[in-house]
């Protein structure tokens, strides 16, 4: 995929990842953000219902080869899973159409987003980079929430830790637009949802668990047999906003469950898979259509110029060690 012609977009996103490196330091080969993850892979089948939402040629095959990378959050590769800053964890899908061919969904695990545009993400990570947490007052971190009542609502929603990857439901922030064969049109945003069910642990328990009991209880519950993911789309009503993130929609908005995914291995060569998977906000397929969220530009482009530095870095390493 080719970098954006607008050089405005490209020099945020440049910004952008330059404020992430600020807060978390710089980690050749890994992401500025949501670097601790594991790749698994299964396959993706789809309900009755999910031909008459989208003409997408996986929600109208027998099955699609899927990769699923779940993630802590931050850009500290090795932060513990029961750290609170580990909040939001990351869910990212890629579903392999054909031979170099595939779409994709980005989620996690809260319900909406900070800010509504890039310019706003730029100014509230760097009043992050700027301010103490535990000295909020008078810094321009409070200064920015201060000013921002939806960053605010969203720094205070609940981040409880989940027992498992499995037991958690993540949220794909920006919504889309879903055509059918017959050209109707409805726009939705996706949500993954376990089949097992939704579990958190207490501050107690989290505080009781190892630095990577998530990621040891995953690839113990994989071995025990396949994990199921309900790929649901909550759908908007007329007048609903479809761009902006930081507005929820009612929960009475319908759900329509487009199918599901059963993970049934962790994926060989893991951290070089990661490594090398560039994941994409903006779906490019036929049957699903970027919303006009300003968002999803500015994440593509920066998915795309932190994906390349990260490839770059990794061929550097092999290069180096004779690989």
Not at 72 to 88: C, H, K, S, V
Not at 116 to 129: I, M, S, Y
Not at 158 to 163: E, F, L, M, R, W
Not at 197 to 216: H, I, M, P, R
């Amino acid at each position: 995929m080719p970098l954006p012609s607008d050089e405005k977009l490209i020099a945020l996103s440049q910004d952008l990842i330059q404020q992430f490196d600020t807060i978390f330091g710089m980690h050749p080969g890994f992401r500025p953000a949501h670097a601790k993850g594991i790749m698994l892979t299964g396959t993706f089948q789809p309900s009755a219902a999910a031909a008459s939402l989208t003409r997408a040629p996986h929600m109208n095959r027998e099955s699609t080869p899927v990769s699923v990378r779940f993630s802590d959050g931050t850009g500290l590769p090795l932060i513990p899973d029961n750290d609170p800053n580990a909040n939001p964890r990351g869910c990212a899908i890629r579903f392999h159409l054909a031979e170099r061919v595939h779409t994709d969904i980005i989620a996690h695990s809260l319900n909406g987003f900070p800010v509504r545009n890039g310019q706003e993400f730029l100014e509230f990570l760097r009043a992050l980079a700027t301010s103490d947490p535990s000295k909020l007052s008078g810094s321009p971190l409070e200064g920015f929430l201060g000013s921002h009542p939806k960053a605010l609502a969203f720094v205070q929603l609940p981040k409880p830790a989940p027992s498992s990857f499995a037991r958690e439901s993540f949220f794909g922030i920006t919504a889309m637009r879903f055509t059918n064969q017959n050209g109707q049109s409805r726009y939705g945003r996706y949500r993954i949802v376990p089949q097992a069910g939704v579990d958190y642990l207490s501050d107690t328990a989290a505080a009781e668990k190892g630095a990577s009991y998530l990621f040891d209880e995953l690839a113990e519950r994989i071995a025990q047999g396949p994990i199921t993911l309900r790929v649901l789309v909550q759908l908007a009503n007329d007048g609903d906003n479809v761009t902006d993130a930081t507005e929820q929609w009612p929960e009475d908005r319908t759900l329509l469950d487009l199918g599901a995914i059963a993970l049934s291995a962790v994926a060989p060569d893991n951290a070089h898979e990661q490594k090398w998977t560039i994941f994409d906000p903006v779906p490019r397929v036929d049957g699903i259509d970027p919303s006009d969220d300003p968002l999803l530009e500015t994440r593509a482009a920066l998915y795309l110029i932190s994906g390349r530095r990260r490839r770059a870095a990794a061929e550097a390493e092999t290069a180096k060690s004779g690989g």
